[in-house]
């Protein structure tokens, strides 16, 4: 089957990586009576010779996955919170916003990030397709509409509550199906001088540190500035500068306003840009050979889980996100290899994980059982978690990443 691009439609020729048929990394299961309906979709990434968008070749329809029990909330990352404060901090600085200007956020959860605005005094409205999460956005005093980003909203917005001033759009870049119509979205909604954020993984580590965890179904995606300019570019918008983020083991902020603003280069963008230059990201060259890379990973580690049975040793699991999802299933791992997957979200304890069938616990768990190893799987955590879960020293217990390489400490 012959695959196109989702943006510039150009013939998909060049492989990333294909980690081969698993359910979608979200759709946890409420019981095991859900086992038997369980789907599955191929997993694979291909990358656009033309305009250098990597991107998975399934569509799995939107519907499939922002449900209304969707079950993630990003208060429950104290450190996600924090993220969100400093951001609303230096945006708040940098472009003089206020009690006239308008704060839009686009996927805005449950709030986390707007409410910052919001306690500045600052006008906001969040936009997000799922309900629950937006009932807890509005409890929070964060206006938001339930809806999907797109040109279509985008023109309603502006007519009803007026153009933005800053748009955020934070790790949703990579979730959109039509990237081209979520582009033109920010065309319509943003003042002259208004300004958009996007933060994405940035493709550059992915590649770089064999994060292929970060791959799922749900994630059609998988950004570089080069492609970033490139969509951009296209819908009359400009990249005027980049900041590097430690979050999500290395990501980018890239700034962006119209064309016709008439805005300076500033040196992050030109630093990143450098930078992409030299991976090759512009060219074939720098996709080839991650495949290897990424079952160097997966035999190490199934390497591991072997020798802790044959040693009678027990391994649980730590955060039970899309990550995880993808890692466990490209091993192909079982309940007979990890008992539990800890997860300090109530709306995930209880549930069953997508393909493993592991169930999704309470973290006291792990202090009544008394694991040998904790495999920490969203590694992007690691230190956070390792402070949370200290306690498993009293035991002898030991942490354990598989990614980008196998480290027990
Ligand atoms: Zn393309």
Not at 198 to 206: A, D
Not at 231 to 257: K, M, N
Not at 291 to 305: G, I, Q, S, Y
Request: aromatic residues 10%; glycine residues 8%; charged residues 20%.
């Amino acid at each position: 089957m012959s695959h196109h691009c989702r943006f510039c439609s150009a013939p998909l020729s060049l492989p990333l990586v294909d980690l081969g048929t698993t359910p979608l990394a979200n759709s946890n299961l409420r019981s095991r009576d859900d086992i038997t309906g369980e789907r599955s979709f191929p997993l694979a990434v291909m990358v656009c010779e033309s305009c250098f968008l990597a991107q998975t070749t399934e569509n799995v329809p939107a519907d499939a996955i922002f449900h209304d029990d969707y079950a993630y909330f990003s208060s429950f990352s104290p450190s996600w919170v924090e993220h969100a404060r400093r951001y609303a901090e230096a945006m708040i600085g940098r472009f003089s916003l206020g009690k006239d200007s308008l704060v839009v956020e686009v996927a805005s959860n449950d709030g986390y990030l707007l409410q910052h605005f919001v306690g500045a005094g600052i006008p906001v409205l969040g936009i997000e397709p799922a309900g629950n999460c937006a009932r807890e956005a509005e409890e929070r005093g964060v206006p938001t509409l339930i809806d999907f980003f797109g040109k279509a909203t985008a023109v309603r917005v502006a007519k009803g509550k007026g153009q933005a001033d800053l748009a955020a759009a934070n790790n949703v870049l990579a979730h959109v199906p039509d990237i081209s119509d979520f582009i033109a979205g920010f065309k319509a909604l943003l003042k002259p001088k208004g300004v958009v954020t996007f933060e994405f993984p940035h493709l550059l580590n992915l590649i770089a540190l064999t994060q292929f965890d970060t791959i799922y179904h749900e994630h059609y995606s998988y950004l570089s500035l080069t492609s970033v300019e490139r969509i951009l570019a296209r819908h009359g918008l400009v990249v005027f500068d980049v900041e590097q983020l430690p979050t999500h083991g290395g990501s980018l902020r890239v700034f962006a306003g119209h064309a016709e603003a008439g805005w300076g280069e500033e040196p992050g963008l030109l630093t990143v840009r450098a930078a992409e230059a030299e991976a090759h990201l512009g060219d074939p060259t720098g996709y080839r050979g991650f495949t290897a890379k990424v079952e160097k990973v997966r035999d190490d580690f199934l390497r591991f889980l072997a020798k802790t049975k044959t040693e009678g040793k027990t391994v649980a699991g730590y955060g039970a996100a899309a990550k995880g999802n993808t890692f466990m299933n490209y091993c192909r791992l079982s309940e007979s290899d990890i008992a539990f997957v800890a997860d300090r979200n109530p709306h995930k304890q209880g549930r069953l994980l997508p393909g493993v069938h592991a169930p999704i616990a309470d973290p006291d768990l792990i202090g009544q059982t008394k694991p040998d190893y904790v495999l920490i799987l969203p590694w992007n955590l690691s230190s956070e978690i390792e402070q949370q879960l200290g306690f498993i020293r009293d035991w002898g217990g030991q942490f354990v990443t598989a990614i980008p390489s196998i480290r027990i400490f």
